[in-house]
């Protein structure tokens, strides 16, 4: 029975505030936000020039073309700011090169 009364564990106090909180657990934290925003602005800008694609007077091929560059210009200018990794400014062509690609394969 002495090993149930024995206790080989500190005993802490429950981390109440985010300050008392163990540092990886805060670190882990603040890179969740930072990824939860960085993808809410990549969304934001995506959404805004397939919206853009899709009105019903259709675009030229020179307004899609500044379109394009505007908002590809703006998401390269939020990943210098935030200091991010290379492969983060391709993101913005990727996912245009994407869907490009399945509207015309879904039209054969």
Known sequence: MEYLQRRDFRERPIPTQEADLPKTRKQRRIENRK?????????????GFYD?????NKPSD??????????NGRW??????NHM???AYQLFKD?????WYHEKKAEK
Not at 52 to 56: S, V
Not at 76 to 81: E, G
Not at 95 to 99: I, K
């Open 35 to 47: 990824k939860e925003e960085f993808s809410s602005t990549l969304t934001r800008l995506l959404t």
């Open 52 to 56: 853009f694609l899709g009105q019903k």
């Open 62 to 71: 020179q307004e899609v073309r500044d379109e394009f560059t505007n908002r």
């Open 76 to 81: 390269m200018q939020y990943c210098a700011k």
């Open 85 to 87: 990794m290379p492969k």
């Open 95 to 99: 996912n245009v090169r994407e869907a």
